[in-house]
């Protein structure tokens, strides 16, 4: 067995584990033409940054998803910090299977974690769950111009294959059952502050370490940052505000 954890020993006690902020996440809320939902589901909601924002804000129950137990415990930990306990509860699972559990959505939020089962995939699956004329507020890593550096594409060409244009992916939506209301990138501090700036200190320091996952994972995370630097714009997390057909 693997002692050593790579994703904890890189993201332990992390408050955001994605491109992401508070400020973007109630930015997007407040896009959507109303405020007022009965059944929330954060899918991949990691430590629940933007799980305690919605919960906040809304003051309604948001059900947070990850397979990840100890970034659960660690949402549990912080909501009762933030005595919004009664307002977060965690449900240990795939996000492939939130049909199973629920089946009647009014707001489905997914911030930096779609990927991991296919954008497409679980805009596909989520349909199921979500209630006619119900929202979906998905971010999804995107081109956003067809003038890529040449480093740029060959990390992705293996990093994420499947990334695709924002035009790409509104067929996408359009596809799997939702009218596009709007969209919105992040902008670039959101990658920085909180995050990479962050990450990229753990990372060097992890390099060297006597497990070889932890090494894998900590140069190609520092690879990511580097990456990130000579981007220049060409591609970004895109949110996607849906609303279900
Ligand atoms: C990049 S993190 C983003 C977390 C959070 N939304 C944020 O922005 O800080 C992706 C999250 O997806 C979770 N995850 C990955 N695959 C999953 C799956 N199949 N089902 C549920 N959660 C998953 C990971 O455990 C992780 O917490």
């Known amino acids: 067995m693997n ?4 994703i904890d020993l890189l993201f332990g006690g992390m408050e955001k584990l994605g491109p992401g902020g508070n400020v973007h996440t ?3 809320l407040r896009l959507l033409p109303k405020q007022q939902f009965r059944v929330i589901v954060d899918a991949g909601c990691g430590v629940g940054r933007q799980t305690m924002v919605l919960a906040k ?9 990850d397979s990840h137990e100890a970034f659960l ?53 989520w349909a199921s769950a979500i209630n006619p004329d119900g ?33 790409q992916n509104l067929a996408v939506a359009e596809n799997a059952g939702y009218r596009v209301l709007t969209t919105y990138t992040l902008p670039k501090e959101a990658w920085v502050e909180g995050y ?22 900590a140069v190609e995370t520092v690879k990511e940052i580097e990456i990130f630097r000579c ?7 895109v949110f996607y505000v849906l609303q279900r057909t």
């Open 3 to 6: 002692i050593y954890n790579p």
């Open 26 to 28: 109630l930015h997007l």
């Open 57 to 65: 804000e809304l003051g309604t129950l948001v059900h947070a998803v």
């Open 73 to 125: 415990n660690d949402l549990t930990q912080r909501a009762k910090e933030a005595r919004i306990e009664h307002l977060v509860q965690t449900h240990c699972i795939d996000m492939k299977d939130i049909p199973d559990v629920f089946q009647h959505i009014d707001l489905l939020w997914s911030e930096g974690a779609a990927y991991n089962i296919g954008f497409s995939n679980a805009l596909t699956i």
């Open 135 to 167: 929202f979906a507020v998905v971010s999804e890593l995107s081109w956003l111009r067809e003038q890529v550096p040449n480093a740029v594409r060959e990390f992705f060409q293996s990093g994420y294959p499947d990334m695709q244009s924002i035009q």
């Open 196 to 217: 990479y700036d962050v990450l990229e200190p753990r990372a060097k320091a992890l390099i060297d370490h006597p497990d070889s996952s932890v090494r894998d994972f």
């Open 231 to 237: 981007s220049e714009d060409s591609y970004g997390y």
